[in-house]
Structures are given as C-alpha cells and as structure tokens.
C-alpha cells in the first residue's frame, strides 16, 4: 500500500484567533463565496499554469477516507484534446436531453437554460477532469480497497472550485452522463471513475446567468 506517512507530530500549524477575527474572517470568506457562481459562458482568454497547479494543491489538502487521497486530477489546455472532449460530451448530451434524461429531469433543469450544445469545452482555457479512485492498485498489481471515495472526492472537488474562486476564475462542473469516454481521451485506468470535469477560465464579456436564489440559514440547517 501507499504510505502517506506514519507515526505522530505536533499540531505546529494550527491557529486560533481572537473571536473578533473569528468572526471578521469568517464574515469576510462568506462575503467572497456567496459571490460564486456557475458559469456556462466562457472567455477564450488563457489562465497561466501555474494557477491551475496551485489550485489542484490546495484540492490536494482535503480530508479523505484513511487519508488515501482517492482523486487524480487531469489539466487539459490542448486544443485538439478540448475538441475531443466537447465532441464525445455532446454526444452523450444529445441522446440526454433527447430522452434519456426522462420529462422530470428535464423540467428540473429548464430554469438553467441548458442544451446539448457545450461549446464551452472548447472557449474555455482549462478543463479539469476530476477522477476518483474506486481501488489502488500497488506494485505487485494486487487491488486495495478505497473507503468514502465519493466523499472524499467531493471535498477535493469543493476546494478546487473555491480556490478557483478565491484567485477570481469562473468554473462549472460538469457532468455529461455517461462520462467513460474521459478515461479514454485523458489515459486514465479502469480503477478511476470519472467524478466531475471542471471547466475553468473567465466568464465572456456581458456573460449572463440563471436568477436564481440560495436557501436561506433556517432552511439549510437546525440547531439542537
Ligand atoms: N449534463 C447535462 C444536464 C445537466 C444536469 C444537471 I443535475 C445540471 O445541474 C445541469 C445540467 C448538461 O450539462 O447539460
């Protein structure tokens, strides 16, 4: 097995603010998060690497099952490898919004104004294919188990997107149903299920999104 470490240390790194900055920090992300929203209209404008790179390790500091890490993340900026995945997407979103998706499904969805057509596979400058890893696989070629993968997953994938965010990038997860077609096109093995692919640049000029609200406090949680 992967050993990402053993044995104990010093919790060195840990800080406690006074309550006031408690509150001013906690005040102040808030403000920055609710900000946030999903963009489907991209800019072509390019995003430097080192971005990307710096977001996937802050997504690489999420809480996992067993600490196994169980996420691969794929940075695509390839033109021809773009126009792959747009091309194997629409596909499958065709045969989705034709059908597939079912009259329920798609009433859900009509407030967001979405179609088949994703062209902003190709505008977009990054597209971050998120995998998760069902099992390992060491050395000797023998299979381990992964425990709360997609959980684990989706904590990695909720820092990325908020780094993201953080740096003043627009995102939107996408999910084209199926997506195995990921695994080819990106080389990725048979223990890794595609999880989210993460479109990632600046929104187009005048970009427009869904008037949507969020759920208030009362509504999104009780206390005992
Ligand atoms: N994958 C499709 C449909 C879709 C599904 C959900 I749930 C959304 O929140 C948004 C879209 C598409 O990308 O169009």
């Known amino acids: 097995m992967a050993d990402h470490g ?35 209209d991209f800019s072509d404008r390019p995003v430097p690497r080192d971005l990307i790179e710096t977001a996937i390790r802050s997504a690489g500091t999420a809480p996992s099952g067993a ?23 629409e596909e499958e979103e065709r045969a989705f919004y034709a059908g597939r998706a079912g009259d329920e499904w ?9 179609d088949a057509d994703k062209p902003f596979l190709e505008t977009a400058p990054w597209l971050i294919a998120i995998f998760a890893q069902r099992y390992s696989i060491d050395g000797a070629g023998a299979r381990h188990k992964n425990y709360y993968v997609p959980e684990s997953v989706g904590l990695a994938s909720g820092l990325l997107i908020t780094a993201l965010h953080t740096a003043g990038l627009a995102t939107l997860t996408h999910t084209p149903s199926p997506m195995n077609f990921l695994n080819d096109i990106c080389g990725r093995p048979e223990n890794e299920k595609p999880y989210i692919l993460l479109v990632v640049g600046y929104p187009a000029p005048g970009c427009r999104v869904p008037d949507i609200r969020r759920k208030d406090l009362d509504e999104i949680s009780s206390f005992l």
């Open 106 to 114: 798609l009433d859900a969805l009509a407030p967001l104004g979405t």
């Open 67 to 89: 600490n196994q890490q169980p996420w691969h993340f794929v940075a695509v900026a390839d033109p021809a490898v773009k126009r792959r995945i747009r091309l194997a997407a």
């Open 6 to 40: 053993t044995g104990f240390i010093a919790l060195s790194e840990y800080r406690e603010y006074p309550l006031a900055e408690m509150r001013a920090r906690m005040a102040a992300f808030l403000d920055d998060v609710r900000r946030r929203r999903t963009v489907r």
